[in-house]
């Protein structure tokens, strides 16, 4: 109960200086710039979650570099997709 108490204060004083010294706005601009971008953001999602789930650090970052080349695929495939909707919801709604 104690670690989890002393973590908590631990997080709160990093998070009060990031805070007071910027860096949080500064975090917040790059994680929107990320967000534009599909690979970039499949990669830092893959990354930080298999490091969290105890993946080594080699073979998170070379499935997160191999997954983020995977998303484009997908992206046109997702592209495909909402073309053929559009081309339905037009025939249906006229």
């Known amino acids: 109960m104690v670690d989890w108490i002393v973590t908590a204060v631990m997080v709160m004083v990093c998070a009060m ?3 007071h010294l ?6 917040a601009e790059l994680v ?6 599909y690979k970039c953001c499949t990669f830092w ?3 930080v979650s ?3 789930l105890g993946s080594d650090w080699f073979i998170a970052v ?3 570099i191999i997954m983020s080349y995977l998303s484009h695929y997908f992206a046109l ?3 495909v997709l909402q073309k053929i909707y559009d081309k ?5 709604n006229k």
């Open 88 to 92: 339905l919801w037009e025939k249906i």
């Open 32 to 37: 929107r710039e990320m967000a534009k971008c």
């Open 62 to 64: 070379v499935l997160s």
């Open 17 to 19: 200086l990031m805070q």
């Open 45 to 47: 999602c893959c990354v």
């Open 77 to 79: 495939l997702m592209i």
């Open 50 to 52: 298999l490091s969290v």
């Open 22 to 27: 910027g860096l949080a706005e500064r975090l």
